[in-house]
């Protein structure tokens, strides 16, 4: 690569000593010197030219010296390197005016008369300095990018760390154990077709951002935004031994945001539909994956649909929250009552699900546990049990879930989802 390097010097012979000097550097294609006569002239060529590695500037000229061109020279190369690195040539005595030559940004000097030997020394350190420079942009400025693109799945935190360990996710999946969580507004898209389109981007927007912002604060990666739907990993791209524990406490948060918003938001006249949201830990490929242009960063296997179909059986069950019997095997301290043995669309056997609950509702979730029993083994009792639980609780869907199924001659745990 070739180094720029502008000489700024009233002496006619400073051209030709230094092509002279550095003969062999101009032929072999490394150095490539331009010339001017004084600070106005080295101005147009900057302005002509603006990737000079160095300029090389004496004191003393006519129209504009040393100093005021090294003053302006910020202002004149305004690139992504900034302004080259500059040389002060001035007489030995003259030592004010090189320190105020360094204060101005000066890199280095050379005395009058001029030694070539320590002059050639200089010009390569200066082009060292210049080279280590542009290396340290190149860092950040590669760094400050991958940080913007892994923003968009990242938590702040989980983003700066992966951009200073390396930059963007390679192309490529690998497997790992996380846990998947899935979320999805009840009749949202009936909402939509109703609403304004300004009342529906302000509604979109503010659900986004809050929700996103509660996954981001449990270091969740928001692998895929749909419509109103957001598909969220535990567990990758950093290994969360804690990943199940991460993602029920998010779901209980996003639970409480979310029915936070719809009372504010039906306050206003707009029907906000409850938010529900699928839990499932297990192994999945998860990686940046595309071709061409587009990367997406998301997972999949059966990990990921189990999660899916989880989300989809909270509309006929009444909850919000349905949970894999895999990540409560996971979390110590929260307080979970089952749901089911739910056969989900699309699969043969049934998978144990359940539903986090309040902890101050001790006594209500230990009625439940007792007519959940009843309904396991099948016993009479169960309907009369569920009966009075919705009785005392109206607003239980799950309660009122299992009672029509009593009612309907239906009986037991195993619950198969459409």
């Not at 101005?43 to 090389?56: G, N």
């Not at 280095?108 to 200066?126: G, N, R, S, W």
């Amino acid at each position: 690569m070739t180094a720029k390097i502008l000489v700024v010097d009233d002496e006619p012979d400073v051209e030709a000593l230094i092509i002279q000097k550095f003969r062999r550097e101009i032929r072999d294609g490394r150095f490539a010197f331009r010339f001017a006569g004084d600070g106005v002239e080295a101005l147009a060529a900057l302005a002509a030219e603006p990737d000079f590695d160095a300029v090389v500037s004496d004191i003393n000229m006519p129209r504009m010296d040393g100093l005021t061109l090294l003053a302006r020279l910020g202002e004149a190369t305004a690139g992504p390197d900034g302004m080259p690195a500059t040389m002060i040539v001035s007489a030995y005595g003259d030592m004010a005016n090189i320190r105020s030559a360094m204060n101005l940004g000066a890199f280095d000097f050379v005395t009058k008369p001029i030694d070539f030997a320590d002059f050639e020394l200089t010009l390569h350190k200066t082009l060292r300095h210049v080279a280590a420079q542009r290396e340290a942009h190149r860092r950040t400025a590669a760094a400050e990018r991958a940080h913007a693109a892994l923003s968009r799945y990242f938590s702040p935190r989980l983003a700066e760390q992966l951009a200073s360990d390396g930059g963007p996710i390679e192309a490529g999946g690998q497997r790992r154990a996380m846990a998947v969580l899935f979320t999805d507004i009840t009749s949202f898209t009936a909402l939509a077709e109703s609403l304004d389109t300004m009342v529906l981007g302000r509604l979109l927007n503010e659900y986004l951002a809050g929700m996103t912002d509660i996954v981001f604060s449990h270091d969740g990666t928001v692998a895929k935004i749909v419509g109103d739907g957001l598909h969220v990993l535990f567990g990758a791209p950093i290994a969360q031994l804690d990943h199940a524990s991460r993602a029920v406490a998010c779901a209980r948060d996003l639970d409480t945001y979310a029915e936070a918003m719809r009372a504010r938001w039906r306050a206003e006249g707009v029907a906000l539909g409850a938010t529900r949201i699928g839990i499932h830990a297990g192994n999945a490929i998860v990686g940046n994956f595309g071709s061409g242009r587009f990367f997406d960063y998301t997972a999949y296997g059966d990990t990921i649909n189990i999660a899916a179909r989880l989300e989809a059986a909270n509309k006929p069950l009444g909850t919000r929250i349905c949970i894999s019997q895999a990540i409560v095997e996971q979390v110590e301290g929260v307080a979970f009552r089952a749901v089911g043995e739910l056969v989900l669309r699309g699969r043969s056997q049934f998978l144990r699900a359940y539903e986090p609950v309040d902890p101050s509702q001790t006594a209500a979730a230990s009625a439940y546990a007792s007519a959940y029993g009843l309904l396991a083994a099948r016993d009479l009792g169960a309907l009369p049990a569920f009966a009075s639980l919705v009785g005392q609780n109206p607003d239980d869907r799950l309660c009122q879930f299992h009672l029509r199924r009593l009612l309907n001659g239906q009986s037991g745990i195993r619950i198969e989802i459409e």
